[in-house]
């Protein structure tokens, strides 16, 4: 009888052991899952984390300041995405009617979704965030008081199809340099009040004129052309007016 009821007790205590055995191994397992799954949490508030910083790079990006701009930063620059131009695309082609990019360095693109780019009306006038400008090559006439207002304004490229420039260009501007495109062919309008001047700060400039100009109504720039041009002719007649010319 003794014998018997110490087999039971045995065979009793191993079931109870193998009981504690399962629950043990459950209860990691259910650790082990829950585990996983703050990892997985944790790392997707990462990538969440991750993704809306570089979101807030692109909005906080910083950009070179008027004085560290060179022209150098514009020529290498890329072209403005369509983006940063309010325009009416229901045209065969784009005229850009306002810029509202804040990137100071502005590279107007030949195209937008196929269709040429063929003018910028007033734009950027009194746009005071502006400090260089690269006119794109499907533009052919520049109109007066372009940039006029843009206070911070110091580099202009016209593009290699800008046949008229008008005047008041430039007026209440920092322009400290302007380049012209061979091809041009009219700078200013005849006009005393639509003359094309330097800003009074850079009043005396220099301005390279290329052989393809044959009308000029400016003021106030040392003129910079071959002997004999019709440039150096303009400046001779023009004196007055502060115009001056330098033979290259």
């Known amino acids: 009888?003794?014998?018997?009821?110490?087999?039971?007790?045995?065979?009793?205590?191993?079931?109870?052991?193998?009981a504690g055995c399962g629950s043990s191994s459950s209860d990691n397992a259910g650790k082990t899952d829950q585990t996983k799954q703050t990892a997985n949490v944790q790392d997707s508030q990462k990538d969440e984390s991750s993704d809306?910083?570089?979101?807030?790079?692109?909005?906080?990006?910083?950009?070179?300041?008027?004085?560290?701009?060179?022209?150098?930063?514009?020529?290498?620059?890329?072209?403005?995405?369509?983006?940063?131009?309010?325009?009416?695309?229901?045209?065969?082609?784009?005229i850009i009617d306002k810029y509202v990019g804040k990137d100071p360095i502005v590279?107007?693109?030949?195209?937008?979704d196929g269709k040429k780019v063929v003018g910028f009306e007033s734009a950027f006038t009194l746009n005071n965030n502006i400090v260089a400008v690269?006119?794109?090559?499907?533009v052919q006439e520049v109109e007066k008081s372009a940039?006029?207002?843009?206070?911070?304004?110091?580099?202009?490229?016209m593009g290699d199809s800008v046949k008229t420039i008008g005047g008041r260009m430039f007026a209440q501007t920092n322009l400290q340099e302007l380049v012209l495109n061979d091809g041009v062919?009219?700078?200013?309008?005849?006009?005393?009040?639509?003359?094309?001047?330097?800003?009074?700060?850079?009043?005396?400039?220099?301005?390279k004129i290329p052989e393809s100009v044959t009308e000029l109504h400016v003021a106030e720039f040392n003129l910079i052309g071959k002997?004999?041009?019709?440039?150096?002719q303009y400046a001779n007649e023009h004196a007055d007016a502060g115009v001056t010319f330098t033979a290259e």
């Open 52 to 94: 809306s910083k570089s979101d807030n790079d692109k909005k906080d990006e910083k950009y070179k300041s008027a004085d560290e701009i060179t022209m150098d930063d514009l020529m290498s620059h890329d072209e403005t995405p369509a983006e940063d131009f309010e325009f009416n695309d229901g045209r065969d082609d784009i």
């Open 1 to 18: 009888m003794k014998k018997r009821l110490l087999i039971l007790g045995m065979i009793f205590t191993m079931a109870v052991s193998s």
């Open 107 to 112: 590279v107007i693109p030949d195209e937008i």
């Open 185 to 207: 062919q009219k700078i200013g309008q005849d006009d005393s009040n639509n003359v094309f001047a330097p800003p009074s700060s850079n009043s005396g400039m220099d301005l």
């Open 134 to 138: 690269k006119i794109g090559n499907n």
């Open 147 to 157: 940039f006029s207002g843009c206070k911070k304004l110091k580099y202009v490229v």
């Open 227 to 232: 002997s004999g041009s019709y440039a150096e």
